[in-house]
């Protein structure tokens, strides 16, 4: 229960922000109003509070982090958007609604995806609830997470291998750019974020969870592939083996899959624990992202 109103806290924080984003007028309403669709679209928005939580298990305090948790959902909004496009994935279902894509047109959502990632960056760079020297920090974390050696390339290996037999050395090279990456980037945010400055175990700490979770959470959005339903995950399901890829379900089965989830969330409660006074929060979140339905 105690996870369940923490949660609640910090995802609250969250949706107020965004919801004031993106609502001026001007020649380009279309443009914005695609923005504000697909930032709005609901989802549990983990890695925001991931930034919010971190901030606070250093400082105790979320409200340094708000900036730097919006930034890292408009970048992850973008790459949804693009994700989603008829020349990668070609989804039409995101969270249970049209893709921004079928709602919008192809260019549109093009537009929309390119828009959000620089306003990711202007939102960091801009922020006064830091001080400048951390929001220039913030735009690496959020830069390395985002370009060749994190999203984009782990975009890349996933879809130049498909139809390929890949092994489990494979798909971790894949997912701990495609996955952990932005994963990392939002607990990395919180840390900078935070006016207490942070030991070197905390940033190696929140590194390690960060690329474990990530792990874990691919893992378990495969089953969710094989084993969910369209109604209760929001999205089609079955895509991967329509597109040819080779899954954590596909290469281990759904059974050792689950041993697989369990032993990586274990392994990230453990790299909080020691390492911050009260690490409760994370490993609850662990825990829940491992039994999540969609």
């Known amino acids: 229960m105690e996870f369940d109103r923490e949660y609640r806290e910090a995802l609250s924080l969250t ?16 443009l914005l109003d695609a923005m504000r669709y697909s930032l709005l679209a609901g989802g549990k928005r983990v890695r925001p509070v991931l930034t919010l939580k971190f901030c ?71 922020s006064r609830r830091t001080a400048p020297p951390a929001n220039g920090k913030a735009c690496a974390v959020l830069a390395r997470a985002a370009g060749c050696g994190g999203m984009c390339g782990g975009q890349y290996l996933d879809i130049v291998n498909e139809g390929r037999e890949l092994d489990e050395e494979d798909l971790n090279r ?30 190696a700490a929140a590194e390690q969870y960060a690329r474990l979770l990530g792990l874990a959470f691919q893992i378990r959005d495969d089953m969710l592939d094989v084993e969910s339903t369209e109604e209760e995950l929001g999205k089609p399901i079955g895509s991967d083996a329509d597109n040819g890829k080779t899954t954590f379900a596909t290469l281990y089965g759904l059974d050792k899959c689950r041993e697989m989830v369990e032993a990586l969330t274990e392994k990230a409660k453990q790299s909080v624990q020691g390492a911050f006074e009260s690490p409760e929060f994370l490993c609850a979140l662990a825990d829940s992202l491992a039994r999540r339905k969609n």
Request: charged share 25%; glycine share 8%.
């Open 15 to 30: 949706e107020s922000e965004l919801r004031g984003c993106f609502g001026e007028d001007g020649p380009q309403r279309e």
């Open 56 to 126: 606070e298990a250093v400082c105790g305090e979320m409200k340094p982090a708000l900036d730097y948790a919006c930034g890292v959902e408009m970048l992850h909004t973008y790459s949804l958007i693009h994700d989603d496009l008829p020349c990668m994935d070609n989804d039409e279902l995101r969270r249970g609604k049209p893709t921004c894509h079928v709602k919008y047109g192809e260019w549109l959502a093009l537009l929309a995806g390119d828009a959000l990632q620089a306003a990711a960056f202007e939102r960091l760079a801009a």
């Open 174 to 203: 894949i997912h701990i750019r495609k996955t952990s990456a932005l994963l990392e980037a939002a607990c990395l945010l919180g840390l900078t974020a935070s006016p207490t400055e942070p030991s070197e175990q905390q940033w």
